[in-house]
């Protein structure tokens, strides 16, 4: 009988609390099952890399992602897949993305391209604040034959572009859908690039993206970009907002 109590309090305890589990997708898919399924519905990918022995894993585990907001945030934007490093097939996606530090996030967009990575742990407001940096339209707007058209199996054969570095779209001059953005900043290293896009992503509303340009066979040229406009007009209409942030930019077509 007192077993009995006890336990009808530990569940009283649990439900008073108001934790929440954040929605996890099955264990056994592999990220390239998620990217489809991201894909398809219209929606970013949250993935979350652990394992059972790390301590700060475990805290993420019953702390952050049991917040309400941030448990709703995932349900409403995003796939979220956890992968623990010691399974066969977490050890696989681990090695193929170059996971060195637990706990690791990374977030796709709906086109299956890496927006920003994290490898440390954090508490709910300050992970849901980030999330919601990179929670665009734009971002869960699939790219054809990006994402969709690949195969699931086996789950390693998902991504035949440079990782970290967005595909941006084919636009023909004569196509309608022709775009505008402003050029800020260019690099010649891929990292260092990444690194001010993520930070600069934070300070605007638009989309900052990073584009490659080949200068020479060994020199490449990684250019930052806030994106997009449609016409002219809107983009010189922007310029004003970058000054604010001591930042001049020039006026490109995507």
Not at 53 to 65: G, H, I, P, R
Not at 77 to 94: D, M, S, V, Y
Not at 182 to 189: E, R
Request: proline share 4%.
């Amino acid at each position: 009988m007192r077993q009995l109590l006890v336990l009808v309090f530990l569940v009283s305890s649990y439900f008073v609390s108001g934790q929440v589990k954040s929605p996890v997708l099955s264990s056994d898919r592999t990220v390239a099952d998620a990217m489809k399924q991201s894909s398809s519905e219209g929606k970013l990918l949250f993935i979350y890399f652990h394992a059972e022995w790390v301590q700060l894993c475990q805290w993420m585990k019953s702390a952050t992602f049991t917040d309400p907001d941030l448990a709703q945030f995932l349900k409403e934007n995003a796939l979220f897949l956890e992968l623990n490093i010691e399974t066969p097939r977490g050890n696989a996606e681990k090695q193929f993305y170059n996971v060195n530090m637990l706990p690791t996030m990374i977030l796709f967009d709906a086109a299956g391209n890496q927006l920003v990575r994290i490898s440390e742990a954090m508490n709910a407001t300050k992970l849901l604040s980030i999330l919601n940096t990179w929670n665009l339209n734009e971002n869960k707007q699939s790219q054809t034959g990006n994402v969709s058209n690949k195969s699931a199996n086996p789950s390693l054969q998902h991504l035949n572009r440079p990782p970290l570095l967005p595909n941006q779209p084919n636009i023909s001059e004569n196509s309608e859908n022709i775009y505008y953005g402003i050029a800020i900043k260019y690099f010649h290293q891929h990292d260092q690039a990444l690194q001010y896009m993520q930070q600069f992503q934070r300070q605007v509303e638009k989309k900052v993206i990073v584009t490659e340009k080949e200068i020479t066979k060994e020199i490449k040229q990684y250019q930052i970009i806030v994106s997009k406009f449609s016409s002219r007009e809107e983009a010189r209409a922007y310029l004003p907002k970058l000054r604010m942030l001591n930042i001049n930019g020039e006026i490109i077509k995507l």
